[in-house]
């Protein structure tokens, strides 16, 4: 293998694009078809006894896809990789794919709102049990572990708080209890943290966030090591049909070619976002796993290249009508879910909560979380400036 195969440019702009095939076009075709036919029925035949190396019916592989998934796997420096219509679908996916009724699973606390309701919601049903770690501290993945755990599910960092855990660490402890670790790597995507370099079985993200970038595709991506992905295609991928369709697929190839330079200009936005808001008289608190003040700093500069566009903040406030007041005078960061795209976002915690119920002693009612898009970051600050004077 020549070198130029790990350049992140060769990636995105050339690996797996075999431009030959299709009239030496620069962006590749749609292949939008549900089928695939053949010419003779030994081929049929070989098709029908394995799947996964062949062009047979779009619910398993198609062209387009696997100019994608070459590519993300590449990015994860992963023997393979599967992309889905959503990131949820690869989480339940991943977890199907390695519990038998009898089984545990150790997850992070609050992981990923779909994870959790697999876990505490769908699971269950099949007698498959959980047991929520703090995972900042490797002896509570040590504790946490019974005889029937055949999954430890990380998400690093997280989407709030941004707690990481040390993947390296828990992978080797894994390894040793012959226990498939899953890792949730939507913050960093493989740009900034390649959890499979670390040990890490299965690396999934939702591919809506970054790796789309445009706020117009919902999408997950699963990776790891050919053996268990091929396994996973022939069983819960095909059953579950939710793999991802042809023209989304091209909407990610089109959103990887922009990925480093965006997260670039991100990253740069936000370490002045971070340090306005840091000063603000009005901010109580601010999380972000890459500020030195941040309780694992050492450990997240250790296993991510960069944090980026994430952040929350802890507003200083008697009210939750001042947190309300804040989100809604906002004008140019959008008041929604999700993150990665080119538009700043909020979501104030006060949204997930019975208005009766905040109580302003506690921090975590106060917090907004925000995600820092792709403008010009003075003109975020100058909206920061006005909201935070509509409070006070
Ligand atoms: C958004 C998100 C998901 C789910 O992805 P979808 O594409 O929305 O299904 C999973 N994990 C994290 C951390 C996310 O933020």
């Known amino acids: 293998m020549q070198n130029h195969e790990l350049d992140i440019s060769y990636i995105i702009n050339e690996l797996a694009e075999d431009r030959d095939d299709y009239f030496r076009a620069i962006s590749p075709p749609i292949i939008q078809t549900s089928n695939f036919a053949f010419k003779t029925v030994e ?18 592989l198609n062209p387009t896809v696997d100019i994608l998934r070459k590519k993300l796997a590449a990015l994860d420096g992963a023997e393979d990789c599967l992309v889905f219509n959503s ?20 997850s ?27 995972g900042t501290s490797i002896e509570n993945f040590k504790a946490a572990l019974q005889p029937n755990t055949t999954i430890i599910y990380l998400e690093s960092p997280n989407s709030w708080t941004y707690e990481i855990q040390d993947l ?3 992978a080797e402890l894994a390894k040793q209890h012959n226990i498939t670790t899953i890792c949730d790597n939507s913050y960093c995507t493989p740009i900034n943290q390649k959890p ?19 706020s117009d595709v919902v999408a997950g991506v699963l990776c790891g090591k050919r053996e268990m992905i091929e396994r996973i295609f022939n069983s819960e991928y095909m059953n579950i049909g939710s793999g991802i369709q042809p023209f989304n697929a091209w909407l990610l190839i089109r959103g990887l070619r922009t990925l480093p330079m965006r997260l670039e200009r991100i990253t740069k936005s936000t370490y002045s976002v971070v340090d306005y808001l840091k000063k603000h008289p009005t ?7 890459f500020d030195p003040e941040f309780p ?20 200083k406030a008697d009210s ?14 959008f008041m929604a879910v999700s993150w990665g795209g080119h538009e700043s976002l909020i979501i104030p915690r006060c949204a997930g909560i019975k208005k009766e119920a905040f109580d302003p002693q506690n921090q975590e009612h106060r917090m907004v979380r925000m995600y820092v898009g792709l403008e010009d970051p003075d003109y975020l600050i100058r909206d920061l400036e006005q909201a935070f004077a509509a409070i006070n």
Not at 112 to 132: D, K, M, N, S
Not at 283 to 289: R, Y
Not at 297 to 310: D, I, P, R, S, V
Not at 320 to 333: G, S
Request: glycine fraction near 6%; include cysteine; aromatic fraction near 12%.
């Open 43 to 60: 081929a049929f035949r070989k098709s029908f006894e394995d799947e996964y190396s062949t062009w047979l019916y779009s619910r398993g």
């Open 87 to 106: 990131g949820a679908a690869a989480i339940f996916t991943a977890v199907l794919a390695n519990v038998k009724s009898g089984d545990h699973i150790v």
């Open 108 to 134: 992070v606390r609050n992981p990923y709102t779909w994870a959790q309701r697999t876990f505490e919601v769908i699971l269950p049903r099949f007698g498959v049990t959980h047991t929520y770690i703090d």
């Open 168 to 170: 390296k660490a828990v």
């Open 196 to 214: 499979v370099e670390l040990g890490i079985d299965l690396v999934l993200q939702s591919a809506t966030k970054y790796i789309g970038g445009h």
């Open 283 to 289: 901010v109580e608190k601010v999380h972000f796993p």
């Open 296 to 315: 694992q700093y050492e450990l997240a500069k250790k296993q991510m290249l960069n944090a980026c566009g994430l952040l929350t903040l802890v507003l």
């Open 320 to 333: 939750i009508n001042q947190v309300e007041r804040f989100a809604e005078a906002l004008k140019h960061f």
